[in-house]
DNA sequence: CACGCGTGGTC
DNA sequence: TGACCAAGCGT
């Protein structure tokens, strides 16, 4: 059964991922019935690159204190910087806080559930956008993540793995193996990412688990191994990123300002260390206070 | 489009 | 044990 591609027809994956699904999918708080789209929104942007486990309990503490966006937008952006914890990358903290603000200036404090409007929001890009539509409104889109990317490039396309950044190749993909009819479309999205992230894994995917792997045309070429061109490994010990994440993580602790000879005791290469400050002080994520002092954000 | 951006878990 | 990986976004 193949297309005019020479593509396996994703219409014969539909069922099969959906079954897989009903049986399969995790118990996650923001998939419950009565989430609501404020607590889709902030998942989505807690799971962008922090895995779910580490999430869970930021999140929870999270729409325990901010139950609707404007009890968000009220408070100083330092405060959401501080909530977040240790999930990484906190200028998602700062973007969320600034969505929240623009959900309460523009749309009333509700969460707008049109696709445009989403997408004009801090921190929302493509993915977040049709992820919060499609979750928390049932809408048809294509919700193309690195899960969905990996599924498809390897169903359809018959690779190991997808491309090293997203094109606009996978988005058509994404586009053109959606169910036609909404509700399908939503449950679709749902699946076919919790297939990624529980059984087409990157690194050791369990095919034996698998739904599709009678028509999944990366098995049926034999497997074939990853030929691309090499991913770029991310270093960490002594970037920039590192000295950022140890100034942060000083600042978060303290209840108020904190002298630069505190920070200064929190990495030792003086250069180094002031360029992370600037940039912290730059991203907004770090607020100087006279000369010698530094806070969260107010 | 390639890059910078945190943090921790896994094999 | 050090890569590699994790529901991306903005520039």
Not at 150 to 159: H, N, Q
Request: hydrophobic fraction near 45%; glycine fraction near 8%.
């Amino acid at each position: 059964m193949l297309d005019q591609s020479g593509s396996p027809t994703a219409e014969a994956l539909h069922a099969p991922v959906l079954r897989w699904y009903d049986a399969n999918a995790r118990v996650l708080p923001w998939r419950e019935p009565d989430a609501g789209a404020w607590a889709v929104m902030v998942s989505e942007f807690m799971l962008q690159q922090t895995p779910v486990s580490r999430v869970l309990p930021a999140y929870e503490a999270w729409l325990e204190r901010w139950p609707k966006p404007v009890d968000l937008a009220v408070e100083p952006p330092g405060e959401a910087v501080r909530a977040w914890d240790r999930l990484g990358y906190p200028r998602r903290a700062l973007r969320l806080h600034a969505a929240a603000q623009a959900i309460v200036e523009r749309h009333g404090g509700d969460v707008p559930d049109d696709h445009a409007a989403l997408l004009a929001l801090p921190g929302v890009g493509t993915y977040t956008a049709a992820a919060i539509a499609s979750f928390a409104f049932g809408q048809r889109h294509a919700v193309v993540d690195t899960n969905v990317r990996r599924v498809l490039a390897r169903a359809l396309t018959g690779v190991a793995q997808p491309t090293i950044s997203p094109t606009a190749a996978d988005q058509r993909l994404a586009v053109s193996a959606l169910p036609a009819d909404e509700p399908t479309a939503a449950r679709w999205a749902v699946a076919s990412m919790e297939l990624g992230a529980l059984v087409c894994t990157a690194r050791t995917p369990r095919c034996g688990d698998c739904p599709i792997r009678s028509r999944c045309a990366w098995v049926l070429a034999g497997s074939p191994p990853y030929d691309g061109p090499p991913r770029r490994g991310q270093t960490y010990e002594g970037t920039d990123r590192q000295a950022r994440g140890r100034l942060l993580a000083v600042l978060r602790a303290a209840s108020g300002a904190v002298p630069k000879k505190t920070l200064d005791a929190s990495w030792p290469d003086a250069t180094q260390r002031d360029r992370a400050l600037d940039g912290l002080v730059a991203d907004g994520l770090v607020e100087p206070l006279g000369r010698n002092r530094y806070r969260l954000p107010s």
